[in-house]
């Protein structure tokens, strides 16, 4: 037994040094050589010679080389805006509803961004003066980019520039959406959770408040199951699916639905689709909430 545990190790010891003398090799030969570094690299993470999650983040960096801005950008129709006439109620609610932490502030239309609002910006603006604040004076500059722009290159101005959001132009000079810090590190370490993330394979989760957390991809079949609800569509296999049908347009975080005494809130969703609804039973619904017609409405 321990002759053979010795075998083990030492063939163990070989593979590693044989992938660590290829490795080494590739660097020595040619360097420009990127998918067999890569190669290497994946093949190191699943052997366990380095952490798979180091590996994925360095297959991420490689990968930001190859993309450009339009690849990963918000586009212009889903960006989340102020409009430079909202009265400040109006705005503080939209701040609220929508959860971001900067937005652009447009005039007429979103070709015309007067800047940029940060939300921490404006509620010490809200704290410290006794009259209310005009939105003009709390903008910060823009910034504009290319939609042309290479990833890595953007990381780069992100971080020398020191600002996490920028205006993605087209080459007639019209705003065609915008990228975030955030869209560019997610490419390197996989999306950022927050609270309100749960596993891609757990359904529902309870919270504490006596809600559920309800994942998007949950089947109509399962949702009705669990929650005695009679939800149909022939269009839809999901409830996510039969949110979106329902409103006609991927719904945005903050927009709501109440059909059969049940609230659904979407507290996360991409420019794609819904992820994670936040499920609210009868016994919490308010009294003037309808009932079996469903309507959309946002969150106060």
């Known amino acids: 037994m321990k002759f ?24 020595r030969g040619n360097i420009e050589d990127q998918d067999t570094l890569l190669e290497l690299i994946r093949e190191a993470g699943e052997r366990q010679i380095i952490d798979a999650e180091a590996a994925r983040m360095i297959d991420g960096i490689f990968r930001i080389g190859d993309m450009t801005v339009r690849d990963v950008m918000i586009p212009r129709a889903q960006m ?17 509803d929508v959860g971001h932490s900067r937005f652009p502030v447009v005039g007429g239309d979103r070709d015309d961004v007067r800047g940029i609002l940060l939300a921490k910006d404006l509620l010490r603006a809200c704290r410290q003066n006794a009259a209310p604040p005009q939105l003009g ?30 205006l993605v132009v087209d080459e007639y000079g019209g705003v065609a959406g915008l990228i975030t810090i955030e869209d560019v590190l997610e490419i ?40 005695s609800g009679h939800l149909a569509d022939e269009h839809a296999d999901t409830l996510g699916g039969w949110v979106t049908h329902r409103l006609g347009h991927v719904p945005r975080v903050g927009e ?3 059909v059969e005494n049940l609230r659904l809130e979407v507290l996360r969703a991409d420019r794609k689709r819904v992820q994670i609804f936040r499920l609210t039973l009868p016994r919490l619904l308010p009294a003037d ?3 079996i017609e469903a309507s959309a409405e946002r969150i106060p």
């Not at 805006?81 to 705005?91: F, K």
């Not at 500059?141 to 020398?160: G, M, V």
């Open 289 to 291: 909430l309808p009932g």
């Open 188 to 227: 390197i370490v996989g999306e950022i959770e927050d609270e309100y993330d749960i596993d891609e394979d757990v359904m529902v989760v309870p919270r504490e408040d006596g809600d559920f957390l309800v994942n998007a991809l949950i089947s109509l079949e399962d949702f009705n199951a669990k929650f």
């Open 80 to 96: 989340e805006v102020i409009e430079m006439d909202m009265p400040l109620p109006a705005i503080i609610q939209r701040v609220v």
């Open 256 to 258: 709501a639905l109440a």
């Open 4 to 27: 053979q545990k010795m075998s083990e190790d030492r063939s163990s010891s070989e593979r590693t040094r044989s992938w660590w003398e290829r490795f080494t090799q590739s660097l």
């Open 137 to 166: 004076e709390l903008l910060r500059p823009a910034t504009f980019i290319p939609d042309s722009k290479h990833l890595d290159h953007l990381l780069y101005e992100f971080r020398t520039g020191r600002h996490h959001m920028a």
